[in-house]
């Protein structure tokens, strides 16, 4: 349905919020499909759930992914749906946002979203990109775009904490408490995946 108004709008402002918002239901939908594959109806596995998201964001901005790619590092992990969700929607909006703004003039890059355990008792969610950078008076927190007031709301939801990096790249990285069955693995120094 939302295809069809797209192909209907008659300015390039309302075709994008069409498909900002296709992108945010094919993220939830995603976490539903997961769900019903997964063998316990409680958890999800986030690390496969990641790698089809960024699938079908690069189908979604396919003019650009010939030259911006996306390369998804994560380890093995669980979440439940409550944590899932927000953290789907967070990276589709971060993702969405690096398509849009961080490589100008058919620029080629790379965005990259990684996620492991730290410390047995953290999950660290990253999204960067070697783009054009964030702007010099970036302000997260009073930013008039909604995709990142979501991304606001979205990790006070999870009960996270955000850093953002905007020296020549834009790096977002979101941490909040790991559920217990993800402590059997912690990251060593120089980031592996090692036993607790």
Do not use: W
């Not at 690069?58 to 390369?71: C, F, G, L, P, T």
């Not at 930013?143 to 020549?168: A, C, F, M, R, Y």
Request: hydrophobic share 40%.
């Amino acid at each position: 349905m939302l295809n069809l108004q797209a192909l209907q709008a008659g300015d390039a402002h309302t075709v994008e919020a069409l498909r900002e918002s296709q992108n945010r239901v094919r993220t939830m939908s995603l976490i539903h499909e997961k769900l019903y594959q997964s063998m316990d109806l409680s958890q999800i596995d986030f690390a496969a759930y990641l790698r089809s998201l960024a699938t079908s964001l690069a189908q979604s901005y396919r003019e650009m992914s010939k030259q911006v790619m996306i390369q998804v590092d994560v380890q093995e992990l669980s979440l439940d749906i409550e944590t899932a969700i927000p953290c789907g929607l967070i990276v589709n909006e971060l993702v969405s946002n690096a398509f849009k703004h961080a490589f100008p003039n058919q620029r080629p890059g790379q965005i990259r979203i990684a996620a492991a355990v730290h410390n047995c008792t953290r999950v660290q969610l990253q999204i960067s990109d070697d783009g054009v950078g964030l702007p010099a008076n970036f302000d997260f927190y009073n930013s008039p775009s909604l995709g990142l007031q979501l991304v606001n709301g979205l990790v006070n939801q999870i009960d996270g904490l955000i850093h953002i990096e905007t020296k020549g790249i834009a790096h977002f990285t979101i941490e909040f408490a790991a559920p217990s069955t993800n402590h059997e693995h912690k990251l060593s120094g120089d980031g592996r995946a090692t036993p607790c």
